[in-house]
Each structure stands twice: as structure tokens, then as C-alpha cells.
């Protein structure tokens, strides 16, 4: 009998064929995203008052030299918008980071992206690109 002609060929190569197609379409969905994903610019106003402030893609941490973090869980993406005890909590599994973006507590791993910003010192505004 012939291995090319058998079931198992068949199927090895049926299965690499739709691999290869998932593989490649989940690529091309991947960089379109990011191709579609412009630079976007936020201008936020400190509030002297808060110590966190959240704003939609990022958290401003109001402190003698600021700190900007994304505001999207390393562990899911899920949006961070709860500072309690000293800690930003993120409300989907229960991570929490301290207020240098560092992982607390899991599940979430690593540290939590810092964006680049301008600080106007003048008028009390942060200038972020997201």
C-alpha cells in the first residue's frame, strides 16, 4: 500500500494545510490592529487634591516628579480604575500594583507599562502619547 494514499497522510496533511491558514489569517488580523491603532494625545490637568488620577488608557500618579502608567492589567487588559490601601486594583482577577506600576499580588507578573509624558509646569498639565 502506498503511504501517500493511506488515511493518516491524509489527515497530516489536511491538518497542516488548516494550521497554516488559521496561522497566517491570525497574523494578518494581528497586524492590521496594529496598523489601525493610532498614536492618540491626552492632555490631563493635575488635580493637587488626588493622589490617582484615572484617565480612560493611563493612570497619572500625582507626585512631586509624576509617573504615567497604562492603565491595562499585564495579566488580562483589563482597565485599572480602583486605587485603595496604597494600591491600584485591577477588577477583573484581583492583581494589585503599587504606585511604580510593580506587581503586588497575581496573577498578573510583570510591571505595568510607564508612558512617555510631557509636564507643563506652568499649567499644570500632562501631555501623554497613548
Known sequence: MNNTNSRRYFLK????FVG???FGLWGAMIH???KSKKKEVVRVSLNGNRKVLFHEDCIIINKDEPVVLS???THLGCRIQ???NGQLICPCHGSAFDLEGNPLKGPAITQLKKLDFT???QTQTITIKI
Not at 13 to 16: E, I, L, M, V
Open 13 to 16: 496533511t489536511a491538518a497542516t
Open 20 to 22: 497554516a491558514a488559521f
Open 32 to 34: 492590521t490592529q496594529r
Open 71 to 73: 492603565s491595562h492589567c
Open 82 to 84: 480602583t486605587f485603595e
Open 119 to 121: 509636564l507643563n509646569k
